[in-house]
């Protein structure tokens, strides 16, 4: 039904908080506590099957999944979060110039930035990290320039759109500076679309952080990622498919949680859609 | 009368889903209509005039749904047809023009290809039937050049051919019934009258009963018979239009009568004309360019040379894409000049100047016709207002607050400083614009349409308070709008634009009773005023 989601429950908003939420609390968590030390070794249990003592299971070196689905939440929430301040401060700041200014600082910087957009982001990513070797500060680095351009694109074309509005014209009519109409004006009236594209972000960077590790470049064994648990199940694919159940629905929970949660906040951000 | 009338609607309500209880948004309302009469239907935004006219084609907004009363077209209760004979009733027999023609035609589908679609759906003719009944019905609106307009896209017509052409299209069916919701109102005075004589003597000729949906009341003097008077979604007086528009009996209605445009009566003006405020030397403005026609260029502004005294209300009069718009943009130094001198107390707007430009600025403002748009929706009213006062340097933080707020005080709009504009009414929204363009005291306001896109009882109401702050503050202005009526309730004097040119210039009083003009006659002409309707003699109070 039309305008159901509006008036009725919002599920969607609520599973998304429910799911980030609960996401923020592992990362938490797991900083102090979890049920087995990630890096614990059991050398009498190698791939257990799930039961009471593993919830899901131990790999190869009996390492248990869960203790170290819990720790790698950390490492990917954390070079999410990087990643996304990094991109989305560099992006917004780009675009904001090249938006507002135009002229010969828009040719330049979107020239440069259409060519970094022809790369695949994966290719660039990969190209970063074997220059500057592996590391999670060179993870966050690769992956910020791996999705700078695509953010500095949108913010570009936001602020293009709000310039020409009506009231950014009568800020100039009163005789405020550009830097000023910039600020009062432009940003304040771009951010909810910068908050959106920076959820958004959020879950392309963990998936890519995954994928990273999973092609064996990103998280170094033995500390644990999603990616790198995922990398290393695969052998064991066929005899022990429980080691890709907790990572495979880390990554799916987080996105699904993210995009819900980005979904709401472009509903509730917008200007005039309160009430 | 042998057939059922065309449409009876008998006590109809129709309502929307509220907080909590259901909200009405008809109540009680009924009409009859007969074969070839034209009724109008009154009443100001959210009176629920549009929404009768949804009921009728049974197609309200989702929500919205009738509560009691029958809907008969022709005799028919089309609230219990299947939908299939639904359709066959829309289109077909009851036809509906809209106010915006360019959102009502497909922009990606030739003028052709949506008429013909309506034919193909309701009349069983051969396609070479199909084609003539186009081009026939295209040459009876009066496009030019039929089959060329046939093959072209909606875009590359003027707003007022495409009026023509959505009128063309619904009336190919022959319909019945024609509901035409505000269909002017995008247009200006001359294209308004065009397009409404059009429809009136199509009408005539089919015997097609019209409902006009309008909050022009002027309007409906010249055109229909019966009026229909909304307010809250109930009528309030209903009857002969010229009776009504002469001798209103509900208070709502002399509400509406009186706050059409009457000419202000001429004010004193300060004895000796002192120097000019601004001169405006032989301006030339370039039309924005298309790419295929690069070789000749089009002036928007065409050698205007114009002066505004202190202290005075020049009024700007032309149809769309006369060049007033860009005239006032241009002084203001927000679009570049090809040529020409502008010069506000000595000072070009386009100076290099620093100091000087930000004099200019700050003894400048404009007003824009929509004031939602140029209104930051994050920003809270007072803020909003205040926000000229930054550069005026000599007033502390304080005392800029203050200021706002007896800014707004005057407006009257006290108490809602802390709103934001989404949660204002159109004219509160105007109030807060002019506020803001009013409160760091400049010497000269640029107002571009400033009432045009407000409710008539608004729109006096907020030209009142113009003229009072303009008296108050002693500013002047350039006036700028289409509607001759503003003109006369608020101008000392005016210019009259055609194609980027002064046609005529003058006292208002000089200009309107004795136009030289062929132009600024047809203008006139075409502006309805309650007096054209009043032919017997002791109310005519015409301009001559």
Known sequence: MPGWSKTGFPVQSLLGFVLVGLLLLTVGVAQFWTPYGPLAIDLN??????SWRHWFGTDEFGRDVLSRAMAGARI???????????AITAGALLGTLAGFLRGWTDRVLMTINDALLAFPGMLLALGFIAVFAGGEGAIVLALSVAYLPSVVRVVRSVVLSIREREYVEASRVMGNSSAYSMLRHVVPNALPQVAVLATNLFGWVVLSESA???????????????????????????????????????????????????????????????? | MSAAPVLVMDRVSLEAPGAGLARPVLQDFSLLLERGELIALVGESGSGKSMAARAILQLLPPGVRQCGGRILFAGTDLAVLPPAQLRAVRGAQIGLVMQEPMVSLNPAMTIYRQLEEGLRLHRELSPGERYTACHEMLARVGIPDPPRCLSAFPHEFSGGQRQRIMLASVMLLRPKLLIADEP????????????????????REAGVAVMLITHNLALVGRYAQRVVVLEKGRIVETGAARAVLESPQHEYTRTLVASLPRRAPPRDRFSAPTRELLTVTDLRVKAPQRKDAAHSTVWAVDGVSLKVRPAEILAVVGGSGSGKTTLGRAILGLIPRAAGEIELEGIDPLTTDRRQRAAFRRAT?????????????????????????????????GERRSRAEEMLEEVGLRGLAARFPRELSGGQRQRVAIARAVVARPKFVVADEPVSALDATIQSQVLALFRRLQRQYGFASLFITHELGVVEQIADRVIVMQRGRIVEEGAVAAVFDHPQAAYTRELLEATPTIPVVSSSTQVCVDVD
Do not use: K
Not at chain 1, 252 to 266: F, K, P, R
């Open chain 1, 45 to 50: 249990a190698p791939l257990a099957p799930p």
């Open chain 1, 212 to 275: 990273l590790s999973f092609l064996g470049v990103g998280i170094p064994a033995p500390a644990p990622s999603w990616g790198n648990m995922l990398a290393a199940a695969r052998p064991y694919l066929a005899s022990a498919a429980w080691l890709t159940i907790a990572p495979g629905a880390c990554v799916m929970a987080t996105l699904l949680g993210v995009n819900w949660l980005s979904d709401t906040l472009l509903e509730r951000l917008r200007p005039g859609s309160r009430s």
């Open chain 2, 184 to 203: 002017t109102t995008a247009l200006d005075t001359l294209n308004q009258r065009e397009v409404l004589d059009l429809i009136v003597a199509l009408a």
């Open chain 1, 76 to 86: 990917s929430v954390g070079i999410g979060c990087a990643t996304v301040s990094c």
């Open chain 2, 365 to 397: 403002q404009l007003i824009f016709q929509d004031p939602y748009a140029s209104l930051d929706p994050r920003m809270r009213v007072l803020d909003i207002v205040g926000e000229p006062l930054r550069h005026v340097r000599e007033l502390t933080t």
